[in-house]
């Protein structure tokens, strides 16, 4: 193992020097019996551990770990991580400085280690003020690749990918939503393993690649979220993907209750997709069997479980508590019916449908501006093939969320009423034509604001509060 020999603090007011910290890993590994190497900016600590026999543990071992003093090392993050359960393997990413670089990735032995370490351990201080959060890792082996001609079938796009990429195991690609003879302009490419993944994406994203004499866009697809073994056993809702825009709730209802009548509850459709609710969990899993693969309507369907998304979580949720539908919760105003001021906090954070690809939790990103230097090269891209992660405006993500589910842009109607003291407090309805004709028409919060930028960004967070509300299951 070699250690850069550079002087370094420990935290506490003390410098550490090179040396002082080779010794320090050194006694770790005495200790513990473990093996440390350093390659491709990361440090290995195990992988595996002394004595380990048979395969590296299963998906939903690792954690990711970030907020790390960039001064700390294994010496003093191994013990505490050992809280939690047996380490398989510690990943500590460096700086050629001999720092850290802020966060690792740490794999246990099972998954209920991993889960352990995430309770005990998420904001753990683990310096006086520094506090470190730890959530699960997940291993991402597929990539989101857009701007691909709409023309082009799944087999040309996996032939093509194989060509350029190792690795590559499957293509997934979506009918568009108008013409079922043509895709919806982007692909995932799953691959073997997420170093696959990531040494295509290393190829593919300077943004000058071109497939078919097309720019590619590249870039990691958003993870889909993991639902527990036991709430799978107990969903009886199926997700029905690939329909055709004219197909009617009542006929899917009908053509899922033909292998068994009186079996459907009912069925809520969006678009080109659809939930079918059973009245039993075993009808439901008969139905899907049945009738994957179907035509209905001239359209052959997908049809797979529905996967519960967590609502409270993933909708409800600020940094410093739980809201509410209710708009007040939304925006943080003075309230003039109980005269306090409402605490803004953070926005909401909300969930974009893509095409039945969910991102439950889009990251914060980073706020900031970046020095324009002369001849720095401009490529432009429409707002489209963003991540939904790159707005946060309620409005933006509203019009991101009609566009990605093949909606038309949502409609802004502006209304006016009067204060009680002469103010002129303003108000949007939202229309979504595309969903017009179903159980809600219109979209309008409960209270009324003294900006029209107010108003509207209300409007918008309240519309998708509600849209959430309408599709409670993600596939």
């Known amino acids: 193992m070699h250690e850069e020999s550079t002087d370094v603090t420990n935290g506490f007011g003390r410098v550490r020097s090179g040396t002082q910290n080779e010794a320090a890993l050194l006694a770790l590994m005495e200790k513990t019996g473990y093996s440390m190497v350093q390659e491709n900016g990361q440090r290995k600590f195990g992988g595996p551990p002394p004595g380990w026999e048979g395969p590296p543990p299963p998906r939903g071992c690792e954690v990711f770990v970030g907020k790390i003093p960039r001064d700390m090392y294994e010496d003093e993050l191994v013990p505490v991580f050992e809280r939690a359960g047996k380490i398989y393997e510690f990943r500590l990413m460096m700086e050629f400085s001999g720092e850290n670089r802020g966060y690792a990735f740490v794999m246990y032995t099972t998954k209920e280690e991993a889960q352990l370490a995430i309770r005990i351990l998420n904001n753990y201080e683990i310096r006086p003020g520094k506090f470190i959060g730890v959530c699960v890792s997940l291993d991402n082996c597929r990539l989101f690749i857009g701007a691909i001609p709409k023309e082009k079938k799944k087999e040309e796009i996996l032939d093509e990918m194989k060509k350029v990429t190792e690795g590559v195991v499957d293509v997934i690609v979506y009918p568009n ?4 003879t043509k895709n919806r302009g982007f692909a995932f490419v799953e691959y073997e393993s997420h170093r696959a993944a990531a040494m295509a994406r290393r190829r593919l994203i300077p943004g000058t690649f071109q497939l078919w004499g097309h720019t590619i866009q590249v870039d990691w697809a958003d993870p889909e979220k993991e639902v527990d073994e036991e709430t799978m056993q107990r969903v009886k809702v199926l997700y029905v993907r690939n329909l055709m825009i004219s197909t009617t709730e009542d006929t899917i209802k009908a053509e899922f209750n033909k292998f068994k009548p009186g079996v459907v509850e009912r069925v809520k459709k969006l678009r080109d997709y659809a939930f079918v609710h059973f009245f039993n969990r ?18 052959s369907i997908e049809v797979t479980l529905a996967k519960p998304v967590n609502k409270e979580s993933t909708w409800r949720q600020h940094l410093n508590g739980q809201i509410s539908p209710s708009s007040e919760n939304l925006l943080g105003f003075s309230n003039k019916e109980d005269g306090h001021q409402k605490s803004l906090g953070k926005a909401a954070s909300f969930s974009v449908r893509l095409n039945g690809q969910h991102s439950p939790n889009p990251p914060e990103i980073e706020r900031c501006t970046y020095p324009f230097f002369p001849g720095t090269k401009l490529t432009p891209i429409s707002m489209y093939s963003l991540k939904s992660s790159h707005f946060s405006s309620a409005v933006m993500h ?9 909606w038309a842009p949502p409609e802004y109607y502006l209304y006016s009423a009067t204060s009680q003291d002469g103010k002129i407090l303003l108000v949007y309805k939202i229309v979504i034509p595309s969903i017009a004709n179903g159980s809600q028409s219109y979209f309008m919060p409960d209270k009324l604001c003294t900006t029209l930028e107010d108003a509207k960004e209300l409007a918008a967070q309240f519309t998708l509060l509600h849209l959430a509300n309408c599709t409670p299951y993600l596939a």
Do not use: Q, R
């Open 177 to 180: 939503a108008t013409d079922k």
């Open 398 to 406: 509203l019009d991101y969320y009609c566009n990605k589910n093949n």
């Open 282 to 299: 075993e009808d439901a899993v008969a139905a899907m069997s049945v009738m994957n693969g179907k035509c209905i309507d001239g359209a």
